[in-house]
Every structure is written in C-alpha cells, then in structure tokens.
C-alpha cells in the first residue's frame, strides 16, 4: 500500500502532463443578446485567453492556433489577455503569426496581468495594433456595424487588466465606465476583461453591458490549486448568469502558466455564437 502512493503520485502527474501537450479543446456556447439585430443572430466570436507565449509556448504552437481559429471561419476573434510572458524584443516573432488570423470583423485584443509583469505593455500594444493589425481596446471601444444594415451594430469594448492600478502602472487602470463610453444608443455591449474580477468591477459599473468576456484562472489549472482559484476569483470557470440580461463567460485558457501541468481543467477556445433574445 506504501508503495502505491508515489506510483499514484507518478501517474496523476504524467496525465496532468500530456493534458499540457494534446491539443486544446474546441468548446460551444450559445448566448442571448438583448437588442442584438437579427442580421447578427448566429455572430461568431472565437475566444482565446491565455496562451502564455514564453519559454514553453512559442511560434508553432501560436502557428497552430491560427490554423485552428480559420478553420472555424469565424466573424471575429477575441483574445482576453495574458497572451505573453516576455518584452515585444523577446517574442514578436513568435507571435507574428496572429496577422494572420482571418474573420469578417477583425481581431480584438486585451491585456492580461502578465502583459504587466513583463513591463513593456505599451510596446506590445503599438507592436500588435501597427504590425499585426489587431484591435487593441485600451480601456476603449469598437463598433461593429453589420455588413448588411449598417443601424445594427454591436459595441466591442476592452478594459485593462485589473492588475495595472494595484502596482501602479503608469496610464493603466480598468476603466470601464470610459471603455462604453460613446457606444451607440440601444447596441448590445460586450466587454472583454481578462480577470473574473474585471468582470464584476464591469458588472457594478456599467448596467448595460450584455456579455462579458473573461480568461485568467486556467479553471485552476491543476488540483488542489483549484480550491483558492475558486475562491479568490467571483467567476471561476464557464458560463454565468449573474443578471437579467447579462452573462460572463470564462474561459479555462489555452495554455498553462509555471508548471506544465493540467488536472481535472483542460486547456479550451471556445466558439461563442450571439443570438437575439426572444
């Protein structure tokens, strides 16, 4: 019986491994959207969070993931932040491939902790925005209006991590009262906001806002490092319906941070498909 304890041991942490190198899972939602104009119903937003470019992820990894989010043909893409670990020097040719990814509405882009922590933020939204062509929101928006009818129209905004006023990053600090400031009368919102916390300072301060979108917590990534995961965050994992006429989607992220480890949370994207609320 003694005996057992390391080989079980052994065994959980080579599953939690290869749960690290098989290739994410394609995960499905469907959300009612409030106000949503029929020519958007079926609008399909691929989610990505936290792929973590650095030391263990890198340029093939990102290449496959771009190959992924065109095969599925989608009408934007939404990355949620914690997309590096290092400096623009270090990694813009890992991530080089993200100009690549093709929808009908463009890329739209969001800043995690770990942008912070590598403490060249600015450099990687200019070099994302000017080189790659994605949509940074800065605490800011973006209309998207239908290629059909261009009254129907859908409010994209994105909020700086949480993470930026509590260390003091100069000119960083979720806002998202000025992020929707300006969308247009009557247009659903979706916010974009890497941490769960994020998400609930979005919630308190912006009662319109129809979905938001989130990543951060890896769904805790490995067990028992869910347990405080679940706890300091108000949204751990999947979709929520804090309100009527509001829900929060929280994605288990693509990638792992520190250990090369995922148990009992695998790695996703997820297609989020819009649909007009009846």
């Known amino acids: 019986k003694l005996h057992s304890v390391p080989i079980a041991a052994l065994v959980l942490t080579l599953w939690s491994f290869i749960n690290t190198i098989l290739p994410p899972q394609h995960s499905t939602i469907h959300v009612p959207i409030k106000g949503l104009g029929r020519e958007f119903d079926n609008f399909h937003i691929l989610h990505l969070s936290d792929i973590h470019v650095g030391p263990t992820t890198g340029k093939k990894f990102v290449d496959w993931m771009v190959d992924r989010s065109n095969s599925h043909s989608p ?14 020097k270090n990694l813009k040719r890992a991530v080089f491939g993200l100009k690549h990814l093709r929808s009908k509405y463009g890329t739209y882009y969001v800043t995690g902790n770990h942008e912070y922590y590598t403490n060249d933020v600015d450099n990687w939204l200019h070099y994302l925005s000017d080189s790659l062509g994605i ?6 928006h973006h209309v998207i209006s239908a290629s059909t009818n261009s009254s129907q129209q859908i409010c994209v905004a994105g909020i700086d991590d949480h993470i930026a006023k509590k260390i003091g990053y100069e000119g960083h ?18 916010m974009l906001a890497h941490q769960p916390n994020g998400a609930k300072m979005t919630l308190k301060r912006v009662p319109n806002v129809n979905l938001i979108l989130s990543g951060h917590t890896h769904g805790g990534q490995f067990f028992p490092i869910h347990i405080p995961v679940w706890l300091v965050n108000p949204f751990f994992a999947g979709l929520y319906h804090p309100r009527k006429g509001t829900h929060v989607y929280v994605s288990r992220g693509l990638r792992f941070y520190g250990a090369p480890m995922r148990f009992l949370s695998y790695p996703q994207y997820t297609s989020v498909f819009l649909h007009p609320e009846d």
């Open 135 to 140: 949509h940074t929101l800065h605490n800011q």
């Open 173 to 190: 600090s979720a806002d998202p009262i000025g992020a929707t400031e300006g969308c247009p009368n009557g247009a659903p919102i979706v």
């Open 75 to 88: 009408d934007a893409v939404f990355i949620t932040g914690d997309l590096v670990d290092s400096s623009v």
